[in-house]
């Protein structure tokens, strides 16, 4: 079955940019989603196709996926992004995520 | 405003049942595409269940032959019957669907219900 990698964890002080990688086969190929959870939240879509940013979303998140890896990028990271961050792609008609990223913001 | 509510969780023995609801609000449950992604405590986000407007079902393999996922148009909501309960099945279960502007995404999630799934 597919597989989506990111690192557990992530730390960046405020202002930096956090880069959040994402590792699939071919997974440039496919497309790859993110979404945004804080505790005792539900998840939140915060790009999808590879770039896009759904309304609502800050321009300071933003995505690419080429090869092997997307990756989620918050540029001047804020404190109130300080939260879990899950990759997702579509495996034929099924549904695979990510074991999921913990950015911490301190 | 389009909305997701989930209901039917509870503790239940292992090698038990359980049916969870997923009440859709303002749009069609048969119109698009919905899934069931549950979260064990302290864990990360697991693709459970699937189906799309045609209503083809697909399931992860961690419970196929034991989850089935349907929906009553009539009533707009979607369903997950779990059946023969594992401890590991502990979690909140979330229903989970896009509207027409994301294609292939998820945007719109319940709340979710918790299973505890112990004797």
């Known amino acids: 079955s597919y597989e989506l990698t990111q690192p557990p964890s992530l730390s960046v002080s405020p202002g930096q940019t956090a880069t959040i990688t994402c590792s699939g086969d071919?997974?440039?190929?496919?497309?790859a989603f993110w979404y945004q959870q804080k505790p005792g939240q539900s998840p939140v879509l915060v790009i999808y196709?590879?770039?896009k940013r759904p309304s609502g979303i800050p321009e300071r998140f933003s995505g690419s996926n080429s090869g092997n890896t997307a990756t989620l990028t918050i540029s001047g990271t804020q404190a109130l992004d300080e939260a879990d961050y899950y990759c997702?792609?579509?495996?034929?008609?099924?549904?695979?995520f990510g074991g999921g990223t913990k950015l911490t913001v301190l | 405003e389009v909305q997701l509510v989930e209901s039917g969780g509870g503790v239940i023995q292992p090698g038990g049942s359980l049916r969870l609801s997923c009440a859709a609000s303002?749009?069609?449950?048969?119109?698009?595409?919905m899934s069931w992604v549950r979260q064990a405590p302290g864990k990360g986000l697991e693709w459970v269940s699937l189906?799309?407007?045609?209503?083809?079902?697909y399931n992860a393999d961690s419970v196929k032959g034991r989850f089935i996922i349907s929906r009553d148009d009539s009533r707009n909501t979607l369903y997950l019957q779990m059946n023969s309960l594992r401890a590991d099945d502990t979690a909140v279960y979330y229903c989970?669907?896009?509207?027409?502007?994301?294609?292939?995404?998820?945007?719109?999630w319940g709340r979710g219900t918790m299973v505890t799934v112990s004797s």
């Open positions: 189906i799309y407007a045609g209503g083809s079902t």
């Open positions: 196709q590879d770039r």
């Open positions: 997702q792609a579509w495996d034929s008609s099924t549904v695979v």
């Open positions: 303002d749009f069609s449950v048969s119109s698009t595409y």
């Open positions: 071919k997974l440039g190929d496919k497309y």
């Open positions: 989970a669907t896009k509207t027409e502007n994301y294609p292939h995404a998820f945007d719109i």
